[in-house]
Protein backbone atom coordinates (compact mmCIF):
# COMPACT_ATOMS: atom_id res chain seq x y z
CA UNK A 1 0.00 0.00 0.00
CA UNK A 2 1.02 3.70 -0.50
CA UNK A 3 0.58 5.59 3.04
CA UNK A 4 0.73 9.18 4.00
CA UNK A 5 1.86 9.67 7.64
CA UNK A 6 1.00 13.72 8.91
CA UNK A 7 2.96 14.52 12.14
CA UNK A 8 6.41 13.13 11.90
CA UNK A 9 6.49 13.43 15.90
CA UNK A 10 7.77 10.02 18.38
CA UNK A 11 4.59 8.17 17.53
CA UNK A 12 4.13 9.55 13.55
CA UNK A 13 7.73 8.56 12.69
CA UNK A 14 7.63 5.25 14.60
CA UNK A 15 4.17 4.19 12.80
CA UNK A 16 6.16 5.20 9.36
CA UNK A 17 8.64 2.61 10.48
CA UNK A 18 5.98 0.38 11.24
CA UNK A 19 4.70 0.25 7.77
CA UNK A 20 7.82 0.70 6.08
CA UNK A 21 8.73 -2.59 7.87
CA UNK A 22 5.16 -4.14 7.17
CA UNK A 23 5.85 -3.97 3.20
CA UNK A 24 4.46 -0.41 2.84
CA UNK A 25 5.57 2.95 0.82
CA UNK A 26 5.76 5.90 3.14
CA UNK A 27 5.69 9.58 2.49
CA UNK A 28 5.83 11.07 6.31
CA UNK A 29 4.81 14.73 6.51
CA UNK A 30 6.51 16.97 8.78
CA UNK A 31 6.10 20.62 9.71
CA UNK A 32 9.55 21.53 10.03
CA UNK A 33 12.16 21.36 6.40
CA UNK A 34 14.95 20.57 9.15
CA UNK A 35 13.52 17.26 9.97
CA UNK A 36 12.97 16.75 6.35
CA UNK A 37 16.68 16.81 5.54
CA UNK A 38 17.65 15.33 8.29
CA UNK A 39 15.38 12.47 7.65
CA UNK A 40 16.29 12.71 3.36
CA UNK A 41 20.24 12.79 4.77
CA UNK A 42 20.34 10.18 7.52
CA UNK A 43 17.09 8.34 7.42
CA UNK A 44 16.47 8.91 10.93
CA UNK A 45 14.11 11.61 13.00
CA UNK A 46 16.93 12.71 16.20
CA UNK A 47 14.38 13.56 18.65
CA UNK A 48 11.42 11.70 17.83
CA UNK A 49 13.01 8.12 17.00
CA UNK A 50 16.31 6.43 17.72
CA UNK A 51 17.45 4.22 14.83
CA UNK A 52 16.50 4.06 11.05
CA UNK A 53 13.09 4.66 9.72
CA UNK A 54 13.02 2.43 6.90
CA UNK A 55 13.94 2.96 3.19
CA UNK A 56 10.49 3.04 1.94
CA UNK A 57 9.83 6.07 3.86
CA UNK A 58 10.39 9.28 2.58
CA UNK A 59 9.39 12.60 4.49
CA UNK A 60 8.36 16.41 2.82
CA UNK A 61 6.45 19.75 4.25
CA UNK A 62 4.49 19.44 1.55
CA UNK A 63 0.99 17.70 2.45
CA UNK A 64 -0.52 17.83 -0.62
CA UNK A 65 2.98 15.87 -1.80
CA UNK A 66 2.65 13.07 0.83
CA UNK A 67 -1.19 12.74 0.56
CA UNK A 68 -0.92 12.27 -3.57
CA UNK A 69 -2.61 8.64 -4.41
CA UNK A 70 -2.15 7.74 -0.50
CA UNK A 71 -4.45 4.96 0.18
CA UNK A 72 -3.53 5.08 3.98
CA UNK A 73 -3.44 8.56 5.54
CA UNK A 74 -2.75 8.51 8.71
CA UNK A 75 -3.10 11.49 11.22
CA UNK A 76 -0.57 11.81 14.09
CA UNK A 77 -0.29 14.99 15.83
CA UNK A 78 -1.96 16.66 18.82
CA UNK A 79 -5.09 16.43 19.11
CA UNK A 80 -6.10 20.35 19.94
CA UNK A 81 -3.93 20.78 16.69
CA UNK A 82 -5.84 18.47 14.20
CA UNK A 83 -8.75 21.16 13.62
CA UNK A 84 -6.47 23.31 11.94
CA UNK A 85 -4.08 20.76 10.47
CA UNK A 86 -7.00 19.09 8.50
CA UNK A 87 -8.27 22.55 7.03
CA UNK A 88 -7.23 22.16 3.67
CA UNK A 89 -6.66 18.47 3.66
CA UNK A 90 -10.33 17.32 2.37
CA UNK A 91 -10.44 17.66 -0.94
CA UNK A 92 -7.08 15.80 -1.16
CA UNK A 93 -8.24 12.50 -0.09
CA UNK A 94 -8.33 9.56 -3.17
CA UNK A 95 -12.15 8.85 -2.39
CA UNK A 96 -11.70 5.12 -0.75
CA UNK A 97 -8.78 5.92 1.54
CA UNK A 98 -8.60 5.15 4.75
CA UNK A 99 -8.07 7.68 7.15
CA UNK A 100 -6.54 5.94 10.12
CA UNK A 101 -5.94 7.93 13.44
CA UNK A 102 -3.64 7.43 15.99
CA UNK A 103 -4.29 10.24 18.44
CA UNK A 104 -5.56 10.13 21.79
CA UNK A 105 -7.42 13.10 22.86
CA UNK A 106 -10.96 14.46 23.18
CA UNK A 107 -11.19 18.01 21.61
CA UNK A 108 -12.09 20.70 24.12
CA UNK A 109 -14.76 22.76 23.30
CA UNK A 110 -16.73 20.75 21.28
CA UNK A 111 -15.59 17.51 23.22
CA UNK A 112 -15.29 15.53 19.82
CA UNK A 113 -13.18 12.64 20.32
CA UNK A 114 -10.45 12.83 17.08
CA UNK A 115 -12.65 10.51 14.73
CA UNK A 116 -15.28 13.08 15.06
CA UNK A 117 -13.10 15.69 14.55
CA UNK A 118 -12.00 14.02 11.19
CA UNK A 119 -15.45 13.05 9.82
CA UNK A 120 -16.58 17.10 10.64
CA UNK A 121 -13.66 18.66 9.03
CA UNK A 122 -13.04 16.40 5.62
CA UNK A 123 -16.74 15.20 5.13
CA UNK A 124 -15.60 11.09 5.19
CA UNK A 125 -18.18 8.78 5.92
CA UNK A 126 -17.50 7.69 9.48
CA UNK A 127 -16.84 3.88 8.08
CA UNK A 128 -13.99 5.17 5.92
CA UNK A 129 -11.92 6.32 9.72
CA UNK A 130 -10.22 4.09 11.76
CA UNK A 131 -8.06 4.20 15.26
CA UNK A 132 -5.40 2.47 15.37
CA UNK A 133 -5.06 2.37 19.72
CA UNK A 134 -4.07 0.27 23.01
CA UNK A 135 -0.22 -0.26 24.77
CA UNK A 136 1.67 1.25 22.10
CA UNK A 137 4.29 3.11 24.08
CA UNK A 138 6.97 4.72 20.63
CA UNK A 139 10.28 4.04 21.80
CA UNK A 140 9.27 0.37 22.88
CA UNK A 141 8.05 -0.26 19.42
CA UNK A 142 10.66 1.72 17.93
CA UNK A 143 13.27 -0.72 19.69
CA UNK A 144 10.52 -3.84 18.11
CA UNK A 145 9.89 -5.46 21.37
CA UNK A 146 6.58 -7.29 21.15
CA UNK A 147 3.41 -5.18 20.99
CA UNK A 148 -0.40 -5.90 20.39
CA UNK A 149 -2.65 -3.02 19.28
CA UNK A 150 -6.40 -2.46 17.81
CA UNK A 151 -7.44 -1.56 14.75
CA UNK A 152 -10.85 0.03 15.19
CA UNK A 153 -13.41 0.78 13.19
CA UNK A 154 -17.00 0.51 11.64
CA UNK A 155 -16.71 -0.99 8.40
CA UNK A 156 -14.96 -3.85 9.50
CA UNK A 157 -13.46 -5.27 6.31
CA UNK A 158 -11.62 -1.75 6.45
CA UNK A 159 -10.47 -2.92 9.44
CA UNK A 160 -8.86 -6.23 8.34
CA UNK A 161 -7.09 -4.03 5.78
CA UNK A 162 -5.53 -1.68 7.87
CA UNK A 163 -4.62 -4.84 10.17
CA UNK A 164 -2.73 -6.46 7.45
CA UNK A 165 -1.20 -3.41 6.17
CA UNK A 166 0.47 -2.74 9.83
CA UNK A 167 1.07 -6.46 10.88
CA UNK A 168 5.12 -6.94 11.72
CA UNK A 169 6.84 -9.61 13.82
CA UNK A 170 6.48 -7.19 16.40
CA UNK A 171 3.58 -5.11 16.07
CA UNK A 172 0.15 -7.59 16.26
CA UNK A 173 -2.36 -5.52 15.64
CA UNK A 174 -6.16 -7.14 16.41
CA UNK A 175 -9.75 -5.54 15.02
CA UNK A 176 -12.46 -4.04 16.78
CA UNK A 177 -15.58 -2.76 15.77
CA UNK A 178 -16.12 -0.52 18.63
CA UNK A 179 -14.35 3.12 17.54
CA UNK A 180 -16.04 5.22 20.36
CA UNK A 181 -14.74 2.46 23.11
CA UNK A 182 -11.10 1.66 21.69
CA UNK A 183 -10.81 6.47 21.21
CA UNK A 184 -12.30 6.67 24.89
CA UNK A 185 -10.13 3.94 26.25
CA UNK A 186 -6.76 5.96 24.80
CA UNK A 187 -8.49 9.14 25.71
CA UNK A 188 -8.69 8.66 29.09
CA UNK A 189 -6.24 6.94 30.45
CA UNK A 190 -3.82 9.48 30.20
CA UNK A 191 -5.92 11.27 32.55
CA UNK A 192 -5.54 8.49 34.72
CA UNK A 193 -1.58 8.10 34.45
CA UNK A 194 -1.44 11.99 35.32
CA UNK A 195 -3.13 11.49 38.59
CA UNK A 196 -1.03 7.78 38.78
CA UNK A 197 2.19 10.16 38.69
CA UNK A 198 1.14 12.25 40.77
CA UNK A 199 0.65 9.49 43.21
CA UNK A 200 3.80 7.68 43.01
CA UNK A 201 5.42 10.99 43.38
CA UNK A 202 3.92 11.74 46.62
CA UNK A 203 5.22 8.38 47.97
CA UNK A 204 1.68 6.41 47.14
CA UNK A 205 2.30 2.54 47.45
CA UNK A 206 0.73 -0.65 45.19
CA UNK A 207 -2.85 -0.32 47.00
CA UNK A 208 -3.15 3.47 46.15
CA UNK A 209 -1.94 2.82 42.04
CA UNK A 210 -4.16 -0.64 41.89
CA UNK A 211 -7.25 1.35 43.06
CA UNK A 212 -6.39 4.38 40.97
CA UNK A 213 -6.02 1.72 37.71
CA UNK A 214 -9.42 -0.25 38.88
CA UNK A 215 -11.33 2.80 39.64
CA UNK A 216 -9.81 4.93 36.67
CA UNK A 217 -11.10 1.71 34.22
CA UNK A 218 -14.62 1.41 36.28
CA UNK A 219 -15.22 5.71 35.05
CA UNK A 220 -13.47 5.30 31.82
CA UNK A 221 -15.75 2.12 31.41
CA UNK A 222 -18.83 4.25 33.07
CA UNK A 223 -18.58 7.33 30.30
CA UNK A 224 -17.97 4.67 27.39
CA UNK A 225 -21.45 2.65 28.15
CA UNK A 226 -23.24 5.95 28.03
CA UNK A 227 -21.44 6.88 24.80
CA UNK A 228 -22.61 3.56 23.12
CA UNK A 229 -19.51 1.67 23.62
CA UNK A 230 -19.58 -1.75 24.43
CA UNK A 231 -18.52 -2.55 27.60
CA UNK A 232 -15.99 -5.14 26.59
CA UNK A 233 -13.51 -3.17 24.95
CA UNK A 234 -12.53 -2.10 28.58
CA UNK A 235 -11.08 -5.06 29.09
CA UNK A 236 -9.04 -5.49 26.29
CA UNK A 237 -5.91 -3.58 25.01
CA UNK A 238 -8.11 -0.09 24.08
CA UNK A 239 -9.12 0.02 27.27
CA UNK A 240 -7.32 -2.11 30.65
CA UNK A 241 -3.91 -2.68 28.43
CA UNK A 242 -3.57 1.15 27.63
CA UNK A 243 -4.41 1.75 31.06
CA UNK A 244 -1.40 -0.63 32.53
CA UNK A 245 0.95 0.39 30.19
CA UNK A 246 0.67 4.45 30.63
CA UNK A 247 -0.07 4.34 34.22
CA UNK A 248 3.32 2.15 35.30
CA UNK A 249 5.50 3.41 32.18
CA UNK A 250 8.35 5.79 33.13
CA UNK A 251 7.82 5.98 29.33
CA UNK A 252 4.92 7.93 29.40
CA UNK A 253 4.69 11.60 29.45
CA UNK A 254 1.34 11.87 30.73
CA UNK A 255 2.47 9.61 33.63
CA UNK A 256 5.80 11.60 33.90
CA UNK A 257 4.08 14.89 33.57
CA UNK A 258 1.58 13.48 36.80
CA UNK A 259 4.64 13.20 39.09
CA UNK A 260 6.32 16.78 38.48
CA UNK A 261 2.92 17.39 39.70
CA UNK A 262 3.16 15.39 42.55
CA UNK A 263 6.63 16.61 43.61
CA UNK A 264 4.76 20.04 43.86
CA UNK A 265 5.17 21.83 40.31
CA UNK A 266 2.81 24.20 39.03
CA UNK A 267 1.09 23.80 35.66
CA UNK A 268 3.47 26.15 34.06
CA UNK A 269 6.25 24.47 35.92
CA UNK A 270 4.99 21.21 34.69
CA UNK A 271 5.10 22.53 31.08
CA UNK A 272 8.80 23.85 31.69
CA UNK A 273 10.42 20.68 32.42
CA UNK A 274 7.77 18.99 29.60
CA UNK A 275 8.23 20.16 26.07
CA UNK A 276 5.88 17.26 24.30
CA UNK A 277 2.78 16.36 24.04
CA UNK A 278 0.53 15.45 27.39
CA UNK A 279 -2.95 14.88 25.88
CA UNK A 280 -3.98 13.87 29.32
CA UNK A 281 -3.55 17.97 30.52
CA UNK A 282 -5.95 19.45 28.11
CA UNK A 283 -8.08 16.32 27.62
CA UNK A 284 -8.95 15.83 31.73
CA UNK A 285 -11.16 19.09 31.08
CA UNK A 286 -13.07 17.71 27.63
CA UNK A 287 -13.51 14.77 28.92
CA UNK A 288 -15.34 16.35 31.80
CA UNK A 289 -17.49 18.44 30.27
CA UNK A 290 -18.23 15.13 28.39
CA UNK A 291 -18.75 13.41 31.53
CA UNK A 292 -21.13 16.31 32.92
CA UNK A 293 -23.04 16.43 29.36
CA UNK A 294 -24.03 13.19 29.65
CA UNK A 295 -24.68 12.97 33.80
CA UNK A 296 -21.67 10.65 34.58
CA UNK A 297 -19.76 10.73 37.36
CA UNK A 298 -15.87 10.63 36.76
CA UNK A 299 -14.17 11.65 40.24
CA UNK A 300 -10.28 11.08 39.09
CA UNK A 301 -11.01 13.16 36.07
CA UNK A 302 -13.01 16.19 37.99
CA UNK A 303 -9.86 16.06 40.96
CA UNK A 304 -6.88 15.55 37.93
CA UNK A 305 -8.46 18.52 35.93
CA UNK A 306 -8.88 20.48 39.63
CA UNK A 307 -5.35 19.60 40.27
CA UNK A 308 -3.81 20.96 36.25
CA UNK A 309 -6.39 23.56 36.17
CA UNK A 310 -7.31 25.07 39.40
CA UNK A 311 -3.86 24.97 41.53
CA UNK A 312 -5.31 22.11 43.52
CA UNK A 313 -3.14 20.33 45.69
CA UNK A 314 -2.93 16.80 44.93
CA UNK A 315 -2.93 15.93 48.61
CA UNK A 316 -6.48 16.98 48.67
CA UNK A 317 -7.09 16.02 45.79
CA UNK A 318 -6.47 12.35 47.43
CA UNK A 319 -8.39 13.53 50.16
CA UNK A 320 -11.51 14.54 48.53
CA UNK A 321 -11.21 11.19 45.87
CA UNK A 322 -11.04 8.89 49.72
CA UNK A 323 -13.79 10.83 51.66
CA UNK A 324 -16.58 11.22 48.90
CA UNK A 325 -19.79 8.84 50.21
CA UNK A 326 -19.35 5.42 50.53
CA UNK A 327 -21.01 2.87 47.58
CA UNK A 328 -21.52 0.02 45.98
CA UNK A 329 -18.87 -1.08 43.56
N1 LIG B 1 4.33 8.78 21.63
C1 LIG B 1 3.63 7.68 21.91
O1 LIG B 1 4.15 6.74 22.51
C2 LIG B 1 2.20 7.58 21.48
C3 LIG B 1 1.46 8.69 21.14
N2 LIG B 1 0.15 8.56 20.79
C4 LIG B 1 -0.65 9.72 20.41
O2 LIG B 1 -0.16 10.20 19.16
C5 LIG B 1 -0.45 11.60 19.05
C6 LIG B 1 0.82 12.33 18.61
O3 LIG B 1 1.73 12.21 19.68
P1 LIG B 1 3.30 12.13 19.54
O4 LIG B 1 3.73 11.80 18.16
O5 LIG B 1 3.77 11.25 20.61
O6 LIG B 1 3.67 13.64 19.90
P2 LIG B 1 5.02 14.40 19.70
O7 LIG B 1 5.00 15.53 20.69
O8 LIG B 1 6.17 13.47 19.74
O9 LIG B 1 4.91 14.95 18.23
C7 LIG B 1 3.86 15.76 17.79
C8 LIG B 1 4.17 16.18 16.36
O10 LIG B 1 3.13 17.05 15.92
C9 LIG B 1 3.73 18.24 15.41
N3 LIG B 1 2.84 19.35 15.69
C10 LIG B 1 2.69 20.04 16.83
N4 LIG B 1 1.79 21.03 16.66
C11 LIG B 1 1.39 20.95 15.38
C12 LIG B 1 0.52 21.71 14.58
N5 LIG B 1 -0.15 22.75 15.07
N6 LIG B 1 0.36 21.35 13.32
C13 LIG B 1 1.01 20.30 12.80
N7 LIG B 1 1.87 19.55 13.49
C14 LIG B 1 2.04 19.86 14.77
C15 LIG B 1 5.05 18.36 16.14
O11 LIG B 1 5.96 19.17 15.38
C16 LIG B 1 5.49 16.92 16.22
O12 LIG B 1 6.10 16.52 15.02
C17 LIG B 1 -0.99 12.03 20.41
O13 LIG B 1 -2.38 12.11 20.35
C18 LIG B 1 -0.57 10.90 21.35
O14 LIG B 1 -1.47 10.73 22.43
C19 LIG B 1 -0.45 7.34 20.75
C20 LIG B 1 0.24 6.20 21.05
C21 LIG B 1 1.62 6.24 21.44
O1 LIG C 1 -0.38 6.37 24.36
C1 LIG C 1 0.69 6.01 24.78
C2 LIG C 1 0.98 4.59 25.05
O2 LIG C 1 -0.01 3.75 24.59
C3 LIG C 1 1.75 7.01 25.06
O3 LIG C 1 1.50 7.62 26.27
P1 LIG C 1 2.10 9.05 26.61
O4 LIG C 1 1.48 10.02 25.62
O5 LIG C 1 1.73 9.31 28.01
O6 LIG C 1 3.60 8.96 26.41
Redesign the pocket.
Known amino acids: MRAAVL ?6 TTFAKVLNDAGNDVVLW ?3 SSVVSAIAATGMNPG ?1 MEGQIGSRVTATTDVFEALRDAELVVL ?4 Q ?1 LR ?2 LGSVGPHLDTDSTVVS ?4 VELGTTLRMSQVIVEVTGVKPDRVAVVTGP ?3 PEIAAEQPTATVVACEDIDRAARVQKAVFTPYFRPYTNDDVVGCELGGAVK ?1 VIALAYGMAQAMGMGDNTRASLITRGLAETARLGVALGADPLTFSGLAGLGDLVATCSSPLSRNHTFGEYLGRGMTLEQAQEAAK ?2 V ?1 GVKSCLSIRDLARAHGVEMPITEQVERVCHEGLDPRVAVRSLMTREVKAE
Request: aromatic share 10%; no cysteine; proline share 4%.
Open positions: GAGSWGARRYSVPSTSVLMKGNLANYTE
